[in-house]
């Protein structure tokens, strides 16, 4: 291993690589994990068409997604808590490794006939424990590799990538399932994630310093845990920050569920229509990746981030004020409250990858995507029941009043608004 790294500093001193700076070594690493990222989108889609095909039970395709969701609220505090405590790249290998190993036996059991329904529940669980413990890793990881003036560009090509990923898998997994059997879709997930690893063993990537004594470096996985909650509870302005994003994941995720039922009974539509919404709002996904890559948002990213929660909640009372012949406005509305996303989540976890220190950022983060995948469950169970009785569009109406709601509250909440300028190790 110390070879290893001999090599590669000795790479970074060529001329040529060394005036390129931080984007080779990060952008080898991202462009390995963006093809895993594809991987992992075409093996989603001929999971569920799989089961679909061969059940066409709801019932087993809620318990898949239970299977993939149970590990990012339990696992994720735990995993970005291991994140912080071992090196980051040994995380992210060991995550990539064992999603592959996963895939690897699902591919043998499928090719040998020997391929039942609990054997993909498996599989679903661990590719979601592998990216419970790859997400934060990776995240905190990219402070350390790109300057800070960067980092919302970044989140702006990572939203841009996950836009992009959204609309080709599903038509290009349709595609292999065609063409292939389940095991050969399967197989180009390992081809993926040969490369994920390839990257990150071409590329030292630079730990957080850390000066704690010898006995503190022995507290408990839990003890860290721990400290991470701590931190974030000492830290007013941070802990409003999470409160914030919890509320509105948990409201915003249901209205975009709601949108085939909003075209077919507002709009009395069909196939079509639900296309057009849907499509509206990846497509103002991707120009708002688009437009944070290239602009990278203001200077203070909590100001670019109260814009486009403004801005959300602008997108959604459009649609909620859609006539029955209005579906123009509904997608314009959805359009820009895609866009909006973007200018929200992406100056949201570069000002965290900023703020929190660079040894807190795997616990932190990840205990920001754990609560608000946590209270998601409890958006959907409320929007139902609401948009049967009062109609769709109500659920819209109350997400942009989150929005609205979340907009004023950092505008008049002094700790949020100034929390670029607060740090950390001053509150310990």
């Known amino acids: 291993m110390k070879q290893h790294s001999e ?28 093809a895993s990222l594809l991987g992992s989108q075409l093996v989603g889609f001929a999971l569920i068409w799989h089961l679909t095909e061969t059940t066409g039970s709801a019932k087993v395709l809620a318990l898949a997604s239970m299977m993939e969701w149970l590990p990012r609220v339990f696992i994720g505090p735990v995993a970005g808590a291991v994140a912080d405590r071992l090196n980051r790249r040994l995380v992210m290998l060991l995550a990539d490794s064992l999603t592959a190993i996963a895939t690897g036996m ?56 996950q836009g992009l990923m959204n609309i080709a898998a599903p038509p290009l997994g349709a595609l292999l399932v065609g063409l292939l059997p389940l095991h050969g879709v399967l197989s180009v997930d390992i081809g993926t994630a040969f490369l994920a690893i390839l990257s990150l063993l071409l590329v030292h990537i630079p730990q957080p310093k850390t000066e704690a004594s010898t006995a503190e470096k022995k507290i408990s996985i839990w003890g ?52 057009a919404l849907q499509s509206g709002f990846a497509i103002g996904f991707l120009v ?46 959805i359009f820009i409250a895609g866009l909006m996303s973007v200018l929200t989540n992406g100056p949201t976890f570069a000002m965290l990858q900023t703020v929190v220190d660079e040894n ?66 001053a509150l310990a």
């Open 7 to 34: 090599t590669i500093k000795t790479f970074a001193t060529i001329p040529a690589i060394k005036k390129m700076g931080w984007k080779l070594p990060f952008f080898t690493i991202w462009f390995g994990q963006a």
């Open 106 to 161: 699902l591919i043998y059991l499928g090719w040998s006939g020997n391929l039942v329904l609990w054997h993909i529940y498996i599989l679903m669980m661990v590719r979601s424990i592998g990216g419970a413990f790859h997400f934060p890793a990776m995240t905190a990881s990219t402070s350390l590799m790109v300057p800070e003036e960067q980092l919302s560009r970044i989140q702006g090509l990572n939203q841009l990538l």
């Open 224 to 275: 860290d845990l721990r400290e991470g909650f701590q931190y974030v509870w000492r830290w007013s302005g941070l802990k409003k920050v999470l409160g914030l994003a919890v509320m509105i994941n948990a409201i915003s995720v249901p209205a975009i569920i709601l949108l085939p039922l909003l075209a077919t009974k507002k709009f009395a539509g069909g196939a079509i229509e639900v296309a």
């Open 288 to 333: 708002g990746g688009l437009l944070l890559a290239v602009w990278g948002g203001f200077r203070r990213k909590i100001t670019t981030a109260t814009m486009g929660v403004f801005g959300g909640a602008a997108g959604m009372t459009l649609v909620g004020l859609a006539p029955a012949n209005g579906l123009v406005i509904a997608v314009s509305g």
């Open 360 to 425: 807190m950022q795997g616990r932190v983060i990840s205990l920001v995507i754990s609560l608000a995948n946590a209270f998601t469950p409890l958006g959907l169970v409320i929007s139902g029941p609401l948009a049967e009785v009062n109609g769709v569009q109500t659920w819209f109406f109350l997400t942009a009043a989150a929005f609205l709601f979340a907009g004023v509250y950092i505008l008049r909440s002094e700790d949020v608004r100034t929390i670029e300028d607060q740090k950390a190790k």
